[in-house]
């Protein structure tokens, strides 16, 4: 059974950073691409950032600068570390196993002005 957990949400003034994890189980995590997406408040669901299993990135342009993907294979982890954070960051941030289409339940991120 495979599961996606993420955590590392919250709420944070713009111009702070988090930085989001992912933790995946019932999968070989370290050849499988990841990504993290996310959904604003009447937003369409948007990607943010692709990692292969070698570590090759890959960003959507607003956050190319700012946030940074990473994978700890050893740790079958994902992260997202997000700096700069602006308002319109606000989202539910989703971690995807792109490699077989698997959806983590998301974690919030408020970015308050």
């Known amino acids: 059974q495979v599961q996606l957990v993420e955590s590392g949400g919250g709420l944070v003034q713009a111009g702070g950073a988090l930085r989001l994890s992912c933790v995946a189980s019932g999968t070989d995590f370290s050849i499988d691409t990841m990504a993290w997406y996310r959904q604003g408040p009447g937003k369409e669901r948007e990607l943010v950032a692709t990692?292969?299993?070698?570590?090759?990135?890959g960003y959507a342009n607003p956050m190319k600068g700012r946030f940074t993907i990473s994978r700890d294979n050893a740790k079958s982890t994902v992260y997202l570390q997000m700096n700069s954070l602006k308002p319109e960051d606000t989202a539910d941030y989703y971690c995807?196993?792109?490699?077989?289409?698997?959806w983590g339940r998301g974690t919030q991120v408020s970015v308050s002005s």
């Open positions: 990692i292969t299993g070698g570590g090759s990135t």
């Open positions: 995807v196993d792109v490699t077989h289409n698997w």
